[in-house]
């Protein structure tokens, strides 16, 4: 149980162009769900928490305009990377919290290693 | 300012070996502390600690949460190839968000 997953797994894109990434809780419901990037041995770095059903909270310094986060149901957050620059290329991984009370564990989907040209 | 410190940054050890791998924190309202395994995807959950000196254990894996001294330990006894990865530590705000804190992490590399 407990499995997380987001799609495309890799994608490779010219900068300029818009990039979709999904993160589906594959057997649970998830209220919260959380978006990080990671650069080559660096930490974990959230970029925003999404709620279902209500706009998403952005870290200091994440560009909301930028990245679009949408939770459109209990099992499904997307983060849109508009107009993407080679700057923006990462790996970005999303967890989600399941919505039974008090739980703070999260479970990670696989990631998506963006690459832009 | 919430953080996450742990130590030390990077180890190598032979197959075998014991380890001790560190976190502190500083998490405001802390809730609980979790431990994540990274290989070359996305971190895979090791521990959830909520309670000072108590012990969680899973196979060669334990560790444990000081919440007066505000740290944790992951040990690894007997170390194997397969435990190569960068471990993470993340602290919990208690909230009903349950925003994590990570740490820089720990990359192990265990040489046979």
């Known amino acids: 149980g407990a499995v997380v997953s987001q799609h495309p797994s890799w994608v490779i894109c010219k900068s300029g162009t818009s990039v979709k990434i999904e993160c589906r809780s594959l057997d649970f419901q998830a209220t919260t769900m959380f978006w990080y990037r990671q650069f080559p041995k660096q930490s974990l770095m959230l970029m925003a928490t999404s709620n279902e059903g209500s706009k998403a909270t952005y870290e200091q310094g994440v560009e909301k305009d930028k990245f679009l986060i949408n939770h459109a149901s209990l099992t499904l957050s997307t983060l849109t990377v508009t107009s993407a620059h080679p700057e923006d290329s990462s790996f970005y991984i999303c967890?989600?919290?399941?919505?039974?009370?008090?739980?703070?564990?999260?479970?990670f989907g696989p990631g998506t290693r963006l690459t832009v040209l | 300012e919430d953080k996450v410190v742990q130590s030390p940054l990077s180890l190598v050890v032979h197959e075998g070996d014991t380890v001790t791998l560190n976190c502190s924190y500083e998490v405001t309202n802390f809730r609980s502390l979790l431990w994540y395994k990274q290989e070359k995807k996305a971190p895979t959950f090791l521990f959830m600690l909520t309670s000072s000196g108590i012990e969680k254990k899973s196979g060669r894996l334990s560790s444990i949460l000081d919440k007066k001294e505000l740290f944790s330990i992951l040990n690894i006894t007997a170390t194997q190839t397969g435990d190569s990865a960068i471990y993470l530590c993340?602290?919990?705000?208690?909230?009903?968000?349950?925003?994590?804190?990570f740490g820089r992490g720990t990359q192990l590399t265990v040489w046979p």
């Open positions: 993340a602290g919990v705000r208690g909230s009903t968000l349950g925003r994590l804190y």
């Open positions: 967890s989600a919290r399941p919505g039974t009370s008090g739980s703070n564990e999260q479970f």
